[in-house]
């Protein structure tokens, strides 16, 4: 929105609310006069200054939008404090277009914009009924019946009937009932399907929300003052629920946007793990054998050559130890059974290398997203070295499970205990890993009694 058009919509807004509160001042049939001149203005430029902020803060975003017209739809609902029939009778029937507006607004929450089937036929029952269910009523309905005999005639009236009267208000205030119970059914289902960060933000929209559609439902049923005035603080109250729940979003959003680019770090960190495995395996290491098979072949040729032959087969074993340490940094890296068949196979490897006896139950039914198995992978290998380091145990065991979406994988020991993970750069690394996915790492050592490391990591 343009800094000249926002000006226009506050211009407008203060003329609004200024002639607003002189109408009910200067009305014959209004009650509670002081009151209305100040909650009339204060709802419309409630919704109005909150709706031009969140229209400046995000201009694709509907609901700032949506929270200025209701600001002007109410200013029009209060127009019911005139003592022109015309006018008296405009704010009777299409003024409750600013419930249209705010139901329009909560089924739209958070971007304004109203996608599913069910929602536009929500939104588009709430512009008929909000305005129009009680206008069977109001045609047999005179300035008695309303129980306010100084109200202007409306001009819908055919006659005053009180029991066709009642019949219509009945039929009318179905209509508020039947629309709220859907609107709470569909509430609670996407309230329920939310994540923890869209709860924070739909969690007061929909309580205010709701609260307000209830009080004014009841209050058109004609339970009165009491009801009116509560609608009204809730109506209040509201603009600043869905400011708050607009800002939460941003929140939320940025919080996913850090938590996609840890996953997209640890992504690449895994790519050049694997890149540099490869290199290791199809430069260095192949050099090596080649070396190692001209050693031999060279060995070969100095039979006779005693001091020579001494030289070179410490050589060939200096050699395959190289080799061996290479292929063991190489598997450190990212081990390739890793990326070729999996983790079932790759934590067997890893356990047949162990210093102590290992017991592995890994039961995962198919292969796990590339991140996952690596987690889990090296959530193990460290485990197991943190064991043969520190743990002085006689045996460990690991178990891997796949369970209502989540991989859990637990390295447990009956070693020393009292491990600490604060005081290892390796632990903190791998709840660096597994919160990138969402995951958790927990370490349960108490002295004397073995230790267990035990990660959950969503799939």
């Not at 002189?22 to 909650?39: G, M, T, Y």
Request: with cysteine; net charge neutral; charged share 20%.
């Amino acid at each position: 929105m343009t800094t000249a058009r926002m000006r226009a919509v506050i211009a407008a807004a203060l003329v609004a609310g200024v002639a607003v509160g002189a109408l009910v001042l200067a009305s014959d049939h209004q009650e509670a006069q002081a009151a209305f001149a100040i909650f009339g203005p204060a709802v419309g430029w409630g919704f109005i200054g909150t709706g031009l902020y969140a229209w400046r803060r995000e201009p694709d975003n509907r609901t700032g939008m949506l929270m200025v017209l209701l600001g002007f739809a109410w200013f029009l609902s209060t127009l019911e404090a005139s003592d022109v029939p015309l006018v008296y009778t405009l704010a009777i029937t299409i003024g409750g277009l600013w419930g249209s507006l705010f139901l329009h607004l909560g089924i739209s929450f958070p971007t304004g914009r109203v996608i599913s089937r069910l929602d536009r036929s929500i939104v588009v029952a709430g512009y008929v009924i909000f305005p129009f269910a009680f206008v069977p009523g109001l045609l047999f309905t005179g300035p008695e019946q309303f129980d306010c005999p100084a109200c202007p005639e409306h001009l819908l009236l055919i006659r005053p009937d009180d029991e066709l009267a009642r019949l219509g208000m009945a039929l009318g205030g179905m209509l508020y009932g039947s629309l709220f119970l859907v609107v709470v059914v569909r509430t609670v289902r996407v309230w329920r399907a939310a994540g923890t960060f869209e709860r924070l933000q739909l969690t007061p929209v929909y309580l205010s929300a709701l609260a307000t559609f209830l009080l004014v439902t009841i209050a058109r049923s004609g339970a009165g003052d009491a009801a009116w005035w509560a609608a009204f603080i809730a109506a209040w109250l509201t603009p600043f629920a869905f400011l708050g729940g607009l800002l939460r979003r941003r929140i939320s959003v940025l919080v996913e946007e850090l938590h996609a680019s840890r996953a997209r770090l640890v992504e690449a960190g895994d790519a050049a793990r694997r890149r540099l495995e490869r290199d290791l395996h199809d430069g260095a290491q192949s050099r090596l054998v080649a070396l190692a098979l001209l050693l031999r072949s060279a060995r070969r040729r100095a039979e006779g050559q005693p001091e020579l032959a001494e030289l070179l087969d410490q050589a060939q074993q200096e050699l395959q130890t190289s080799l061996a340490e290479l292929r063991e940094l190489a598997r450190g890296i990212h081990p390739a059974v890793l990326t070729e068949r999996g983790l079932e196979p790759a934590l067997q490897a890893l356990v047949s290398r162990a210093p102590l006896p290992v017991t592995l139950e890994a039961a995962t039914r198919e292969r796990l997203p590339g991140p996952v198995e690596s987690a889990a992978y090296f959530v193990v290998s460290e485990g197991l070295a943190n064991v043969a380091k520190y743990a002085q145990a006689t045996h460990a065991s690991v178990e891997v499970r796949q369970v209502n979406g989540s991989v859990s994988v637990e390295v447990r020991d009956d070693g020393v205990g009292g491990a600490d993970a604060a005081n290892g750069s390796g632990l903190r690394g791998l709840q660096d890993r597994l919160a990138a996915l969402d995951g958790t790492l927990s370490l349960d050592s108490p002295a004397g009694r073995g230790t267990r490391l035990r990660a959950r990591i969503p799939v």
